[in-house]
């Protein structure tokens, strides 16, 4: 595997599940990026892990709780969420440091019934 | 806060012709970074150019250009030779040095069609 990849790729999940989103770079890179992207909106930053430490976090419910186990692997774990948390979730990678491009992954497309 | 407008939704384009795509951005920063990716139909966001404010000349890349216009806070793609595979949602970003903040800013893009 090469780049940034997603699992699942979909995913359809009833307001009282729990899941959760999985994204690994092979990139060797040391920061790691969610976005939310819904339809006619900016891709929205949800959380920045930087060095495996979280360094932002863009006022995301708390329905919505990241994990970065180490600087390859990045989680989202989902409980409880609501209809309007239908969206295509981007997981993104970068070096440290802005100037670095960030590499996005193909998105987990989320429908929550 | 910086914010960034793409004020097309969408655009249409023949094959082999060329086609520009306008976006503009609001910041009070000197330095930061601009950035155009392309999201094809298979969802995988890929950078297309980037461009650092304070180099004064236009970044380019095979068919893709920039015009950067730092005191009108511009920033233009054009795609020359236009081909079906360009076919794509293109975001605008920006991105500041700030606090060493990795976040990206986006537009909301735009949907360029290629016709055969």
């Known amino acids: 595997e090469t780049g940034v990849t997603q699992t699942p790729r979909h995913l359809v999940m009833g307001m009282t599940n729990k899941k959760s989103l999985k994204c690994e770079q092979h990139l060797g890179h040391n920061a790691m990026y969610w976005y939310k992207q819904s339809a006619k909106k900016p891709l929205e930053l949800m959380f920045v892990?930087?060095?495996?430490?979280?360094?932002e976090n863009n006022s995301v419910p708390s329905r919505f709780s990241p994990e970065c186990p180490n600087s390859s692997h990045l989680f989202l774990h989902l409980h409880t969420l609501q209809p309007e948390d239908s969206a295509l979730y981007l997981c993104a990678s970068s070096q440290d440091g802005w100037r670095s491009e960030q590499f996005f992954g193909p998105g987990t497309r989320l429908t929550v019934l | 806060a910086q914010t960034v407008t793409q004020s097309q939704p969408e655009m249409s384009v023949q094959e082999a012709e060329t086609v520009t795509l306008s976006c503009t951005y609001d910041t009070s920063e000197s330095d930061y970074y601009l950035f155009w990716y392309k999201q094809p139909p298979s969802r995988q966001m890929i950078l297309v150019i980037r461009?650092?404010?304070?180099?004064?000349q236009n970044a380019t890349e095979n068919r893709f250009s920039v015009n950067f216009q730092k005191a009108a806070k511009s920033f233009s793609l054009k795609i020359s030779d236009s081909q079906l595979g360009d076919a794509a949602m293109y975001f605008c970003?920006?991105?500041?040095?700030?606090?060493?903040?990795?976040?990206?800013?986006f537009g909301k893009g735009m949907k360029l069609t290629v016709n055969p």
């Open positions: 461009q650092e404010a304070y180099k004064q």
């Open positions: 892990y930087s060095l495996e430490e979280r360094v």
């Open positions: 970003a920006y991105r500041s040095p700030q606090g060493g903040s990795e976040k990206l800013v």
